[in-house]
């Protein structure tokens, strides 16, 4: 019960961090004028959603995916093929994005959840890239590597950025309470020991089916709004370097943390959008900084900032008082 109750105090402290960076967010427009910078913030909010979600799968279930971007080009592709052939509304447009990509993930799921470590990732990434390959090739559907146009949700882009941040927010806050429940219990069960939970009497499959759906819901969300946002969806969505570019993010923010996809999604795309003059040398910097996070701090950036805090109180508290 003592690390239960540890694991729930964490996990408060970490949700209260993330809304604090949000809080930043939030108040970013006063400060921050420009239109362009405005709009790394709102495509660092679909990274961020992204992050989320693929941050449910493998940090609190164990389940190593190489389609999160997948799931937000179907939601992206299902608003806009709405939109496109049947005149849709946008609102109508972004629940059928989060029913269209839950669907595709609940079945994928069903296939895959049974496999394990490089089985599940090397199945993913062949899902993804088939997926891919059929929108860059439904040329009369899709209108192929053209991209797809998709009407705009509002017509004032900070209207955008407000909606796209309590989006974010509503996620953030629904994980939350989804994690610190008994969902969350099991899910963590089954990351930290699959054959154990398993002889407790846990679905396994069943759960990690759940989280695998939960999270594909989320990427089309992310998908639908960023979508509507760029008024334009193409086959890039699902490139491999997206995925990437996601599962850095979780690994330099935090994995298995509720403040980490949020932190390291602002943190990496901003900086990628600084480093872009150099190129494909932004790349290079991403991979290094995963290698070093994933061989020297496990625990991301969040893990960091919490291991100089403890290390600072402990001086403090020997330190001689005067």
Same mark, same amino acid.
């Given at each position: 019960?003592?690390?239960?109750?540890?694991?729930?105090?964490?996990?408060?402290?970490?949700?209260?961090?993330?809304?604090?960076?949000?809080?930043?967010?939030?108040?970013?427009?006063?400060?921050?004028?420009?239109?362009?910078?405005?709009?790394?913030?709102?495509?660092?909010?679909?990274?961020?959603?992204?992050?989320?979600?693929?941050?449910?799968?493998?940090?609190?279930?164990?389940?190593?995916?190489?389609?999160?971007?997948?799931?937000?080009?179907?939601?992206?592709?299902?608003?806009?093929?709405?939109?496109?052939?049947?005149?849709?509304?946008?609102?109508?447009?972004?629940?059928?994005?989060?029913?269209?990509?839950?669907?595709?993930?609940?079945?994928?799921?069903?296939?895959?959840?049974?496999?394990?470590?490089?089985?599940?990732?090397?199945?993913?990434?062949?899902?993804?890239?088939?997926?891919?390959?059929?929108?860059?090739?439904?040329?009369?559907?899709?209108?192929?590597?053209?991209?797809?146009?998709?009407?705009?949700?509002?017509?004032?882009?900070?209207?955008?950025?407000?909606?796209?941040?309590?989006?974010?927010?509503?996620?953030?806050?629904?994980?939350?309470?989804?994690?610190?429940?008994?969902?969350?219990?099991?899910?963590?069960?089954?990351?930290?020991?699959?054959?154990?939970?398993?002889?407790?009497?846990?679905?396994?499959?069943?759960?990690?089916?759940?989280?695998?759906?939960?999270?594909?819901?989320?990427?089309?969300?992310?998908?639908?709004? !960023?979508?509507?946002?760029?008024?334009?969806?193409?086959?890039?969505?699902?490139?491999?370097?997206?995925?990437?570019?996601?599962?850095?993010?979780?690994?330099?923010?935090?994995?298995?943390?509720?403040?980490?996809?949020?932190?390291?999604?602002?943190?990496? !795309?901003?900086?990628?959008?600084?480093?872009?003059?150099?190129?494909?040398?932004?790349?290079?910097?991403?991979?290094?900084?995963?290698?070093?996070?994933?061989?020297?701090?496990?625990?991301?950036?969040?893990?960091?900032?919490?291991?100089?805090?403890?290390?600072?109180?402990?001086?403090?508290?020997?330190?001689?008082?005067?």
């Amino acid at each position: 019960m003592r690390k239960i109750a540890d694991t729930r105090g964490r996990m408060r402290l970490e949700f209260w961090a993330s809304l604090t960076i949000l809080a930043g967010v939030a108040v970013l427009p006063t400060v921050m004028t420009s239109d362009y910078w405005r709009g790394v913030i709102v495509v660092s909010m679909y990274f961020a959603m992204l992050a989320i979600g693929w941050n449910l799968l493998a940090g609190y279930t164990g389940q190593f995916s190489l389609a999160p971007a997948t799931f937000g080009m179907i939601g992206g592709y299902a608003t806009g093929l709405l939109a496109y052939h049947f005149d849709a509304t946008a609102l109508s447009g972004i629940p059928a994005a989060i029913i269209t990509a839950g669907v595709v993930g609940f079945i994928l799921a069903r296939i895959v959840m049974r496999l394990r470590g490089p089985y599940l990732a090397l199945t993913t990434l062949s899902f993804a890239e088939i997926i891919r390959v059929v929108v860059g090739n439904s040329i009369e559907i899709t209108r192929g590597d053209l991209g797809l146009n998709v009407p705009s949700l509002f017509d004032n882009r900070l209207v955008y950025y407000y909606a796209m941040l309590a989006a974010l927010a509503a996620v953030q806050l629904s994980m939350f309470l989804l994690l610190r429940g008994p969902a969350g219990l099991y899910l963590r069960a089954i990351r930290d020991d699959e054959v154990a939970a398993a002889a407790r009497g846990g679905k396994i499959v069943r759960w990690k089916t759940y989280a695998f759906t939960l999270s594909a819901a989320i990427g089309g969300l992310a998908g639908a709004l !960023y979508g509507h946002f760029a008024q334009l969806v193409s086959p890039e969505l699902g490139l491999v370097s997206q995925a990437g570019l996601v599962i850095s993010m979780v690994v330099i923010g935090g994995l298995g943390t509720l403040v980490g996809p949020i932190g390291g999604a602002f943190l990496v !795309y901003v900086t990628s959008e600084v480093l872009r003059e150099f190129g494909g040398y932004q790349l290079i910097v991403f991979a290094l900084l995963v290698i070093v996070f994933a061989r020297f701090f496990r625990d991301g950036l969040w893990g960091l900032l919490q291991a100089s805090y403890e290390r600072l109180s402990a001086r403090l508290s020997a330190a001689p008082a005067e």
